[in-house]
């Protein structure tokens, strides 16, 4: 357990709006530290100071979580690419470095575990011996190496969600349990988004809601209802996608030449910073209290998102002043302004 002063998610939550982060492995993907595909967090070994860096500039841009990068670095992934020897390195490793950067300043560290391609339904038995023992290990070394909760993201099965929920329990740390939203209503294993957040809540989940696969228009109306019928703190981390009705996620997305534009070819898509300003401000107005971003995030959004919703970070100092610019001179927040304008209400 980290053994310092910082207050804890739950008592933050109660004050307020918490900021958080994510889509490490599609922004170091971009840098060149990890292979689309298989997407295991091999850069947490083989360049410690890449991951560090990008934990650095989240901070500094307001995200007050700091996710240890231990996505798809569970057993079966790391079969994948042949370094299944390196499981217990890599994870301890990540969650040392997401310390490390977390008392640069007044940040949390969140231990990370997210669906296996493992859980399957149909021989739920077995499989979820197979998955339990594998958040396990990985819990049990993030919880040596410190940390203050645990996010559960991107969870396609209700079933899998709950054995982390379990998981999470047993070692006795808040738990904030996302699914992802890849298909239209329901989780793979039919539940309802809505009726999946609930039972959640049920079991003792302490956050419950939506990371990743839509952007803010198509995930905001899910994430509404959800907010209407749970208790508890509810987490919206999109990806900055314009999803829309038609392709309500980020996999859905087709370029001009009508091929997917997922994973490698989706930046048509991006959202502009005012854009995910915007969310940010749509989704404190609809309660949600973990407001964040997932794959596609990087930096400038989170900072864009932190001033909308009233705070001044670290990466403030550098804020575009478009006034002192010699030929565009207009004020940046005019626009901002303007968005909001025709955002959705
Ligand atoms: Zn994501």
Redesign the pocket.
Known sequence: MRNTTTRGILQRLSEGIVQGA??Y??ELERRGYIKAGPYVPEVVLDFPEAVKELHREFLRAGSEVMVALTYYAHREKLKDVGRENDLERMNRQAVRLANEIAREGDALVAGNICNTWAYDPGNAGETSRLVRAMYEEQLTWAVEEGIDFVIS??NDYLGEALIALEVIKQFGLPAMVTLASVQSNATRDGYDYVEACKMLEDAGADIVGL???RGPETMLPIVEKIRSTVNCYVAA?P?PYKTTAFNPTFESLCTHAGEHAFPLALEPFLYNRFEMAAFARRARAIGVNYIGI????APHYVRAMAEALGKTVPASKYSPAMELHPMLGTHVEDKDQNFLATWKN
């Open positions: 994510e889509g492995v599609f993201e991107t990371n990743c696969d981390q990806v997932c794959c596609g995030g």
